[in-house]
């Protein structure tokens, strides 16, 4: 069984930064991918921001040169740093986690809201 647990979502005024952290545990033999989506009320989820197993990152078009994508030091580590934030970045973001043999795991989710 494999979970993923966001954290450090919540409420920050246009042109503030957050950090959101994703922990994965459980049966994980070798991570693939793991990376952040995010679900905005009535929109289709969308990429975030990915980062594979050689360091190699992907970012979604209206995020680039704002957010930075990283693997932590402590194995299963997924960090977001969301920089300059604005008002259309608020979504529900979700953590994601592709291993060999191509399972594909999500968490729960995290809120952020960009609001003044």
């Known amino acids: 069984q494999v979970q993923l647990v966001e954290s450090g979502g919540g409420l920050v005024q246009p042109g503030g930064s957050l950090r959101l952290s994703c922990a994965a545990s459980?049966?994980?033999?070798?991570?693939?991918?793991m990376g952040w989506y995010r679900q905005a009320p009535g929109k289709q989820r969308e990429l975030v921001a990915v980062?594979?197993?050689?360091?190699?990152?992907n970012y979604g078009d209206s995020v680039k040169g704002r957010f930075t994508i990283s693997r932590g030091d402590v194995k299963n580590m997924v960090y977001l740093q969301m920089n300059s934030l604005k008002p259309e970045d608020t979504a529900v973001y979700f953590c994601?986690?592709?291993?060999?043999?191509?399972?594909?795991?999500w968490g729960q989710g995290t809120q952020v809201t960009v609001s003044s």
């Open positions: 994601n986690l592709i291993v060999l043999g191509g399972n594909n795991y």
């Open positions: 459980g049966s994980i033999f070798s991570i693939l991918v």
């Open positions: 980062i594979t197993s050689d360091g190699s990152t």
